[in-house]
């Protein structure tokens, strides 16, 4: 039974519909707000993409082509790789060059080539120790002052500097650590990167001012950090005690500077991890987050014997390989952690790699952002009786990734293009339409992402002017038992003169020329020893073909090319090469093809002329 009166049950219905009409009001509101949020994030999208492309370099720090394309079986049957979401956010949206090279595989020069489109022999940082390399070789020429930062900050772009820089950067009495050099906008860069290697307990110069140290670095002589980070660390750490791993602390850089760049400004943002480097504390190879430690136990080293992992018959490798004795099962065991680790470590590097392309996209600039993923040098992992090191041009350390995502790329594509370090420089002048004002040794790849069949003749040069100096810790892992630092890294070589092989499990420094070209790789050392490979039959490396007389004609051919290029300078250095001349087999083949030919021409005519004469005797029978 209702007992409501009249008035009260009209007062009720007079709110109803002063609510109603209030909440419709309001779902009107909410309506255009939403649609005039969704027409700013449209017009904000349109504008980026109107604009100059904005591009991000992640260069990772001894990374080898098997850490990021070779899976794990793990134990339970699955296949796992270290860095998914590169594989699949960038080479599966993106292109592969499968063929890219550093010309000088040691971490200043190649960084230094990259930042200026130059060899080393032109831009002249030449080792990682003064005074001809790192950090005062670097700040002492002209590439401190013209490189791609300088250029790219001249026509308008936001430059961000994270992470590792070169060799020397922090180190008494060669730097203070508080120079921020020209041409960088924004500068986080770390201190003593190839002095320490530390994971916990670095430095950083974050835009003049130099900070830390981030974490406890722990003491050297036991070589173990004092404390490490939670495993929740970055984003949920039981204990409630900051995160500081490097290598998330440069993801978390790298997505604030993205965050702080005004939507109308391009920019060049680059990350250069020191992972996964190692960081001479034990276990041997670098420190991966703590939430990643043993992720790829029991993984195996890269190689096996047949893709020369301790390779067997070495008597036509140079005189340092043919003396070098087997590896012992701990220099085996040693480097299958040192590799462990790295994998492990490259983990961390894979999620910033996805922070980072999941910022540009909330920020609308994911279009029109060109992404390039390498690394600056490889990594001898038992190949050739070597590990520990690179410096030399073999496949391990000269062989690299390369992966461009970016605006007009078609996705999951590759090509077999040859390419160099000194071709990242010109191909983000291009892209970002900049003229550098020093000349360029490297070409521009944009023509090989547009049409991934493309390919030209244009030489790539290998070369070493490393001295004992650049060898840091002899090139050895942090084991057990260890001692200090190796005597290797202690006397001052010269250039040009060949440090005695004294280690034999450690990569040498060791000088050379090398030149790859189509198929070829030729090699030649200051001792007079030449080596020469068929990569495409030989991507081991296992065969040397340089005194096969089959390869005579080769041989001489890459010879006189590799003397061009030691000496090339700008347009000199990009002038493609003739064509290739054919092996004493082809040619022996090519004159057997010719002669088969004139022969079967010699038929037809003798065929031909037998036809005539048959027609002239039935014309006379019938006349």
């Known amino acids: 039974m209702n007992t409501r009166d009249p008035e009260t049950q009209s007062r009720q219905l007079g709110a109803a519909a002063r609510i109603a009409a209030a909440i419709a009001v309001l779902a009107l509101v909410l309506g255009l707000v939403i649609a005039t949020s969704e027409e700013a994030r449209a017009a904000q999208a349109k504008a980026s993409e109107l604009q100059k492309p904005s591009f991000v370099v992640v260069q990772t720090d001894d990374e080898t082509m098997e850490e990021l394309y070779d899976g794990v079986r793990m134990a ?25 090279y ?9 960084r230094v080539s990259l930042l200026t489109g130059r060899y080393a022999h032109n831009n002249h940082v030449q080792g990682n120790v003064p005074p001809n390399g790192g950090w005062t070789g670097f700040q002492s020429r002209l590439a401190y002052s013209h490189n791609l930062a300088t250029w790219l900050q001249g026509a308008g772009y936001r430059t961000i500097h994270i992470g590792k820089i070169l060799n020397g ?52 002589e036991t070589r173990e950090y004092g404390e490490i980070d939670d495993p929740g660390c970055p984003y949920a750490p039981l204990n409630g005690k900051p995160c500081y791993f490097e290598t998330d602390k440069f993801n978390q850089l790298a997505t604030e500077e993205l965050a702080a760049t005004s939507p109308e400004q391009p920019f060049y943002m680059q990350v250069d991890y020191t992972a996964p480097h190692g960081d001479f504390r034990k276990p041997a190879g670098p420190q991966p987050a703590t939430r990643d430690i043993g992720r790829f136990a029991g993984a195996p080293l890269p190689d096996n014997r047949s893709e ?12 340092f390989i043919r003396e070098a004795p087997y590896l012992s099962a701990q220099e085996i065991h040693t480097y299958r952690v040192y590799y462990q680790n790295c994998l492990n470590a490259l983990i961390s590097v894979d999620e910033g790699v996805k922070q980072i392309i999941d910022e540009l996209g909330a920020l609308h600039r994911l279009r029109n952002t060109y992404i390039l993923f390498t690394s600056d040098n490889g990594f001898f992992f038992g190949q050739h009786r070597l590990v520990g090191g ?14 461009i995502r970016g605006p007009g ?58 001295q004992t100096d650049d060898v840091e810790q002899g090139g050895q892992a942090a084991t057990e038992g260890a001692g200090e630092r190796a005597a290797a890294g202690t006397a001052r070589g010269k250039l040009g003169v060949n440090p005695p092989a004294h280690a034999s499990v450690v990569a040498p420094p060791k000088n050379y020329y090398g030149i790859r070209l189509g198929p070829y790789k030729y090699i030649e050392w200051p ?56 092996t004493r087999d082809q040619l022996r083949k090519a004159k057997l093809e010719r002669e088969k030919e004139q022969r079967e021409r010699e038929r037809e005519r003798e065929q031909r002329e037998e036809e005539r004469r048959q027609h002239e005797r039935e014309k006379a029978h019938k006349h």
Not at 83 to 95: A, S, V, Y
Request: hydrophobic share 30%; proline share 10%; glycine share 8%.
């Open 169 to 220: 950067y922090g180190d008494y009495p060669y730097s203070p650590g508080t120079e921020v050099p020209p041409g960088w906008s924004s500068w986080h860069t770390v201190l003593n990167s190839d002095t320490n290697h530390y994971a916990y307990g670095y430095l950083l110069n974050n835009n003049g001012v130099v900070e830390g140290p981030y974490g406890n670095s722990g003491s050297w």
């Open 308 to 319: 020369g992992f301790n390779e067997g018959n070495v008597n036509d490798k140079p005189r």
């Open 102 to 110: 550093t010309p000088y595989s040691l971490c200043a020069p190649s």
């Open 527 to 582: 001792d007079g020893e030449k080596e020469l490979y068929d990569i495409n039959k030989d991507p081991y490396e296992l065969n040397n073909i340089v005194r096969n007389p089959n390869f005579f004609p080769v041989r001489a051919f890459l010879h006189k090319e590799l003397v061009r290029l030691e000496t090339c300078r700008g347009r000199t250095c990009q002038e493609p090469a003739v064509e290739i001349p054919l």
């Open 409 to 466: 790329i078609k996705p999951n594509t590759s090509t077999g293009q040859l390419a160099s370090t000194i071709d990242i420089a010109p191909t983000i002048l291009e892209l970002a339409g900049v003229t550098p004002d020093k000349s360029i040794d490297g070409v521009s790849l944009v023509p090989y992402m547009k049409e991934p069949s493309l390919r030209s003749r244009r030489p790539l040069l290998f070369e070493s002017f490393v």
């Open 76 to 100: 339970n049957g699955a296949e796992e790789f270290a860095m998914p979401n590169t594989l699949q956010l960038l080479g599966e949206k993106g292109i592969t060059f499968t063929r890219y």
């Open 390 to 403: 690179k410096f030399l041009a073999y496949e391990p350390s000269t062989h690299l990734p390369l992966i």
